[in-house]
């Protein structure tokens, strides 16, 4: 699988990446012989970058990513991890955290240099590794201010030291973003949704300023939580985690009639679409099942071809800067 150096640093990611959130037990509880498996099938499939969180289960996911990833070669692969959450012990009481799994820590959040370097700290202990490769602040956008003022100067501060290799932020909220890598010197930006093949709102503002600052993109929530996952969404498909309108079904429908013209399914082309643009590193996808990682390999092995993307714009179906 070919692999892309995030900006200007060391690290080289390959194209298609496994997300830790469904590891740690996202939209429904899985158990740690399922998540090896997973894991074990990803390795298999030439994935080598692996992407988790503290927040991503409690720590679940990060101990479960850690307990396979500590016995394969470490020159082989590129694990990243965020911070901006501690995770604080508590009596869970019976209750079920947000991610499936008993509630035995809280979340704190915290970007201030002391935070930072806990959190690595902790990452590192949960996981039983020596470093990681690229460090993110994680979902800043409520938080932006104390991310930017000391939250990004400690990993920069990491970066320089040798601790990790490329540093970044991971976020939903292309403003924010787009104002972090006009301002700081990161490496990379994980962007959730809005660089997808029917969502382009990255093109106004952070795509642009990736290619003018030799910033790299990494592309998640590529199929926007489901919308784009199937040959054809159902009425009850979600598109970025809530119901989907009327007029994005009707536009994911128009989406795949031109796809099945050309003999490719909807999510064969919501994997590609995003590493057509120069910026664009790789894609991370969140996976939960040997299966869903075979599905997901298949899918983004698939040939498409230029004429699709030619009929697309033609159909007024993605933009013309895409």
Request: charged share 30%; hydrophobic share 45%; aromatic share 8%.
């Given at each position: 699988m070919r692999r892309n150096r995030l900006g200007r640093s060391t690290v080289e990611v390959t194209e298609l990446g496994c997300g830790g959130g469904p590891l740690g037990g996202l939209f429904a509880s899985l158990d740690d012989e399922t998540a090896a498996a997973t894991l074990a099938a990803a390795w298999d499939a030439g994935i080598r970058y692996f992407d988790t969180s503290p927040h991503y289960g409690i720590g679940h996911s990060e101990r479960r990513v850690g307990a396979f990833l500590r016995h394969m070669p470490r020159a082989e692969f590129i694990l990243s991890t965020k911070v901006g959450r501690l995770l604080?012990?508590?009596?869970?009481?019976?209750?079920?955290?947000?991610?499936?799994?008993?509630?035995?820590?809280?979340r704190v959040w915290d970007f201030s240099r002391d935070g930072v370097l806990r959190?690595?700290?902790?990452?590192?202990?949960?996981?039983?590794?020596?470093?990681?490769?690229?460090?993110?602040?994680?979902?800043?956008?409520?938080?932006?201010?104390?991310?930017?003022?000391?939250?990004?100067?400690?990993?920069?501060?990491?970066?320089?030291q040798g601790v990790v290799g490329a540093i970044g932020a991971g976020m939903w909220h292309t403003g924010m973003l787009t104002r972090l890598v006009r301002e700081t010197d990161v490496d990379a930006v994980m962007l959730s949704g809005h660089y997808t093949l029917i969502q382009h709102g990255a093109l106004d503002d952070l795509l642009p300023a990736c290619a003018e600052r030799g910033v790299s993109v990494l592309a998640a929530s590529v199929f926007n939580s489901g919308l784009l996952a199937t040959p054809r969404p159902t009425e009850a498909a979600t598109?970025?985690?809530?119901?989907?309108?009327?007029?994005?079904?009707r536009r994911a429908h128009r989406v795949a009639d031109v796809c099945e013209a050309h003999g490719v399914t909807l999510p064969q082309a919501a994997m590609a679409f995003p590493l057509r643009h120069p910026v664009v590193a790789g894609v991370v996808v969140g996976m939960r099942s040997p299966e869903e990682?075979?599905?997901?390999?298949?899918?983004?092995?698939?040939?498409?071809?230029?004429?699709?993307w030619d009929d697309l714009r033609a159909e007024g179906l993605i933009d013309e800067r895409a």
């Open positions: 604080v012990p508590q009596d869970a009481a019976g209750r079920v955290d947000e991610f499936h799994v008993p509630a035995t820590h809280r959190s690595v700290e902790d990452s590192l202990a949960r996981m039983g590794v020596d470093r990681v490769d690229t460090l993110f602040l994680h979902d800043a956008e409520e938080h932006f201010d104390a991310a930017l003022r000391t939250g990004y100067p400690a990993l920069a501060e990491l970066r320089e598109f970025d985690y809530a119901p989907a309108s009327p007029e994005i079904l990682v075979e599905r997901n390999a298949a899918l983004f092995a698939a040939d498409v071809p230029d004429s699709l």
